[in-house]
Nanobody, 123 residues
Framework: QVQLIESGGGLVQAGGSLRLSCAASGRTFSRYAMGWFRQAPGKEREFVAAISWSGRSTLYADSVKGRFTISIDNAKNTVSLQANSLKPEDTAVYYC????????????????WGQGTQVTVSS
């Protein structure tokens, strides 16, 4: 069975940084795409960033471009999200997700999800 486990969330001041990690297990993820999504209370889950297993293809939401960086460590089956210059509007539960093949930004195209990790940014 596929398991995705997020870690690294916490409370930071605006302008600070966090590094989120997602440990993937349960299958061979070659040719998979990995994504990060977030959901704030009362809002829809939204796309943040995604990366191919090779690391050669990436996508970012406009709201995080230039501030967040997604990366992958194939040997450790781990995808990370380095979040810099954090803003209060970044506050949300962040979820790791996986799907077969192409890197996309649509929530419904991802098949496997982690439990989430809370990120809170104070002003």
């Amino acid at each position: 069975q596929v398991q995705l486990i997020e870690s690294g969330g916490g409370l930071v001041q605006a302008g600070g940084s966090l590094r989120l990690s997602c440990a993937a297990s349960g299958r061979t993820f070659s040719r998979y795409a990995m994504g990060w999504f977030r959901q704030a209370p009362g809002k829809e889950r939204e796309f943040v960033a995604a990366i191919s297993w090779s690391g050669r293809s990436t996508l970012y939401a406009d709201s995080v471009k230039g501030r967040f960086t997604i990366s992958i460590d194939n040997a450790k089956n781990t995808v990370s999200l380095q979040a810099n210059s954090l803003k209060p509007e970044d506050t949300a539960v962040y979820y790791c997700a996986a799907r077969y093949n192409a890197v996309v930004l649509t929530t419904t195209d991802y098949d496997y999800w982690g439990q989430g990790t809370q990120v809170t940014v104070s002003s």
